[in-house]
């Protein structure tokens, strides 16, 4: 899954959501100084990130994909399903997902000095394209896309991902909330034990 899900999937924890944000950033278990929620929220993300790679549904989705894309196709499937997630955002939050948005950015603002160097370079980029907000929309997926292809230096092709959503939208929906509903079950029980 994607920054949006992570986010979401954290339940409203303002230490999980900062940790499950920054996990990408943090290499094997340099992470004993954050506070307890940050450590816990590094730790969900990375069960979340386990639970999804080994699923059925995601591997499934993973099959439609031109196989172009390689290794690139987990991206790819976890930056469709922030798609989906955001455009039904309201069957998911009462929080509209503007506000939502906003919400993260100032939460991950004032705790700037806690988030590693990349997550800090980042940030900002995140912000000014709304990514969470613009995930909804065709236009910012393949922003999105673009972007990743450049940091991959165009290998990955991950621009092209775009044709393959839309020539499988309803499939790649469908496993989408198949899952989905699967992996809250499974945050929730983390969750539970996380907010001891």
Known sequence: MNFLAHLYLSE?????????FIADHIKGNKFSHFPEGIKKGIIL????????DAHPIVRK????????Y???????????????????????????????ANSVYKLLQ?????????TQELL???????????YQFAKGIQEVL???????????????????LLIHYNLFEEDFSTFFQEL????????????K
Request: glycine residues 4%.
């Open 12 to 20: 409203n924890n303002t230490e999980i959501m900062i940790g499950n």
């Open 45 to 52: 993300h990375r069960e979340i990130d386990t639970f999804t």
């Open 61 to 68: 989705s993973k099959r439609r994909l031109h196989e172009r």
């Open 70 to 100: 390689r290794h690139y196709d987990g991206v790819i499937i976890d930056i469709f399903f922030d798609h989906f997630l955001a455009k039904n955002w309201k069957e998911y939050s009462e929080i509209p997902l503007n506000v939502y």
């Open 110 to 118: 004032e705790n700037i000095n806690i988030l590693p160097e990349k």
């Open 124 to 134: 900002p980029y995140m912000i000014k394209y709304n990514w969470l907000y613009n």
């Open 146 to 164: 673009n972007g990743m292809n450049r940091r991959t230096q165009g290998k990955s092709q991950m621009n092209l991902a775009s044709e393959d």
């Open 184 to 195: 809250r079950a499974f945050c929730a029980s983390k969750t539970l034990y996380f907010n």
